[in-house]
C-alpha cells in the first residue's frame, strides 16, 4: 500500500509518501482499492493540527473516495471482489488501499464514474441532508447560501432550484458570485454587503442562512425574517463569535446546528441518500463540479492549490 502521509502537524510541506502492508479486511468490512479519493477542507485542518485524527503517526487524511473491491472479510455476504465501491465517512482514504466497514459502503450506479462519485458524495450528502432533514424546507422560500461557490454550496443551490426555494449566494469574488447565479441562485453578493443586499432581494428578511462560516453567524441573523432560522453546519471562518440570546428572542429567530453523521446513520440510510443524490444527476438537475486530478504523490501540491481558496471545484486523489 502506498499512501500520502505526515507525521507531524504543519503546512502542505510535511506530507510525503510512504509505503507500507496492505491492510487486511476484519469482518464485516471490505478492501477496497482507491481508484479515486477526495480532497476537502477537512483534510487540510487535519494537517494543519485542528482537527482530530485516526490511527497513530504516519497519519493518512481523507474520508472520501471510491475505488473496487480487492478482498471481503467474513460475514460479508452482500459484495463481491470487483465490485465498485464509493464511500464518504470512511477515514484513512488518501492512499492505493482502505478497509471499508460494509455499513459505510455505497453501491455506485454503472454510468457514474469512480472519479465522478470521489468528487461528490461526500459534498452531495451534505446538501442532500441540510434540504430534507434539519427544518421544513417548502418551494416559494426565501433562503440565504454562504460559501454557495464550495463544494456543499453548488450542490446545494441546484438541489433548492428543483425544489422551486429562491437562493441568495453569498461568495467571495464576482467571478464565483456569476457561477452560483449560472447554478440557480436568484441573486448574489459578496461577504461586505450581503446582509443589505438580502433586505434589497427580499424586504422581509430570508427564511433560512445555511452557514457554514460560522464567523458570519451576527450577519446571517441580521438577514433572517422575523421567525427565520440559521443553519451552523461549519465553522470554516474559525471560533464563533459570543452572542447575547436576547437578541434571539426579540425576532424569534432560531440557530440550528447540523451534522451530517447524525444522518448516516447505516448502511440503508447512505444508500438511500447516496441514490437520492445519483437520480438528481441522472435526470440533470444536478451538476457534478469541475474535477481537478492530482496524483496522490503529488498531494502536497493539491493541498496548497485547495488552501489558497481561489479553486473553485473539486480536488481529486489518484493512487
Not at 105 to 131: F, H, K, N
Not at 208 to 232: A, H, I
Request: negative net charge.
Amino acid at each position: 500500500m502506498k499512501a500520502l502521509v505526515f507525521e507531524n502537524a504543519g503546512s502542505a510541506d510535511v506530507l510525503h509518501m510512504h509505503e507500507a502492508a496492505d491492510p487486511v479486511p476484519a469482518s464485516g468490512e471490505l478492501l477496497v482499492a482507491v481508484t479515486a479519493a477526495g480532497l476537502n477542507f477537512a483534510d487540510i485542518y487535519r494537517r494543519q493540527g485542528r482537527y482530530p485524527l485516526a490511527g497513530t503517526s504516519p497519519y493518512i487524511a481523507g474520508y472520501e473516495g471510491a475505488g473496487r473491491v480487492m478482498a471481503v472479510g467474513e460475514n460479508v455476504t452482500d459484495w463481491k471482489i470487483g465490485d465498485r465501491v464509493g464511500f464518504a465517512d470512511v477515514p484513512l482514504a488518501h492512499a492505493s488501499h482502505i478497509r471499508v466497514p460494509v455499513a459505510h459502503a455505497i453501491r455506485l450506479p454503472e454510468w457514474l464514474s469512480e472519479t465522478d462519485a470521489a468528487a461528490v458524495l461526500l459534498q452531495g450528502l451534505t446538501a442532500d441532508y441540510l434540504l430534507h432533514d434539519v427544518l421544513p424546507l417548502r418551494a416559494g422560500m426565501h433562503v440565504a447560501v454562504l460559501a454557495a461557490a464550495g463544494g456543499v454550496g453548488r450542490l446545494l443551490l441546484q438541489m433548492l432550484k428543483h425544489q422551486g426555494i429562491h437562493a441568495f449566494a453569498v461568495a467571495s469574488s464576482q467571478e464565483k458570485q456569476n457561477a452560483c447565479l449560472e447554478l440557480g441562485a436568484s441573486a448574489a453578493a459578496d461577504y461586505e454587503t450581503w446582509p443589505e443586499q438580502v433586505r434589497l432581494w427580499q424586504s422581509a428578511g430570508c427564511d433560512v442562512v445555511f452557514d457554514s462560516v460560522g464567523t458570519t453567524l451576527t450577519q446571517s441573523l441580521d438577514s433572517l425574517k422575523d421567525g427565520g432560522r440559521v443553519v451552523l453546519f461549519g465553522m470554516s471562518g474559525g471560533a464563533l463569535s459570543e452572542l447575547d440570546p436576547t437578541r434571539l428572542q426579540l425576532s424569534s429567530h432560531g440557530i440550528l446546528g447540523a451534522d451530517l453523521w447524525t444522518y448516516l446513520t447505516s448502511a440503508h440510510e447512505r444508500q438511500r441518500r447516496a441514490d437520492r443524490l445519483f437520480a438528481l444527476i441522472k435526470e440533470g438537475s444536478v451538476v457534478l463540479p469541475p474535477v481537478t486530478q492530482f496524483a496522490l504523490s503529488s498531494g502536497a501540491q493539491a493541498h496548497r492549490l485547495l488552501e489558497t481558496r481561489s479553486f473553485s471545484g473539486k480536488i481529486v486523489l489518484v493512487p
